[in-house]
Each structure stands twice: as C-alpha cells, then as structure tokens.
C-alpha cells in the first residue's frame, strides 16, 4: 500500500491550493484519512480527519479555512486550502487507516508536499 500526496506549491497570503492524496496498493477498504502537517523546526501537527462515512473534525487553527473531503471510489482524499496564511507554510502529509488481507486498520503514511505561504 501506497499513500501518494501532490498540489503543494509556493502561493501568496490569502491564496488557495488544493492537495490530493491517493491510496494504491491490495486495499479492501479505507477507514479515517487525514492530513498532518510540520512547519520548519516544529513536530508533525494535526490538521483534519474524515471517516469513512464523511464526519469531518479539524484543528481549530484551520476551522473555517481547509475542507477535507475524499472520493470513497478513487481511495482519494482532499484538503481545499483557502485563505492561507504564512504560519500554514509546512510540508503536508497525509495519513490513512486502511485494510488489507490479512492485516485491518493499519496506519500508513504519505511523503508529504510542501506548501509554502509567502509574499
């Protein structure tokens, strides 16, 4: 199993940028999948997680800003990022529970892309 993420890009304060993380790999079925984040010289933080049947939670430094959505069909999971600000300058990595045979809800994780909120 493979979680590969891409659409990270350098954008100006107040701009937007979408991330797309595919899973790939002998996948029977995907349970929650999210998006963590490390800014420079900071640990891995949380960002926002989906279930499997669309509940959505997030941290309260994106509330309002990032939505998270996924695409059951296409293992596929989104972060819409709107109204970025310097401080969401970080590499993104995305992270799914998945099951496979024989092994059910292992962790993986993605490489990560980077974002980078500049003017």
């Known amino acids: 199993v493979q979680l590969q993420a891409s659409g990270g890009g350098s954008v100006q304060p107040g701009g937007s940028l979408r991330l797309s993380c595919v899973a790939s790999?002998?996948?029977?079925?995907?349970?929650?999948m999210a998006w963590y984040r490390r800014a420079p010289g900071k640990q891995r933080d949380f960002v926002a997680r989906?279930?499997?049947?669309?509940?959505?939670n997030y941290a309260n430094s994106v509330k309002g800003r990032f939505t998270i959505s996924r695409d059951n069909a296409r293992n596929t999971v989104y972060l819409q990022m709107n109204s970025l600000e310097p401080e969401d300058t970080a590499v993104y990595y995305c992270?799914?529970?998945?099951?496979?045979?024989?092994?059910?809800?292992?962790?993986?994780w993605g490489k990560g892309t980077q974002v980078t909120v500049s003017s």
């Open positions: 989906i279930s499997s049947g669309g509940t959505t």
């Open positions: 992270n799914a529970r998945i099951n496979t045979t024989p092994y059910n809800g292992m962790i993986y």
């Open positions: 790999g002998s996948i029977s079925s995907i349970n929650d």
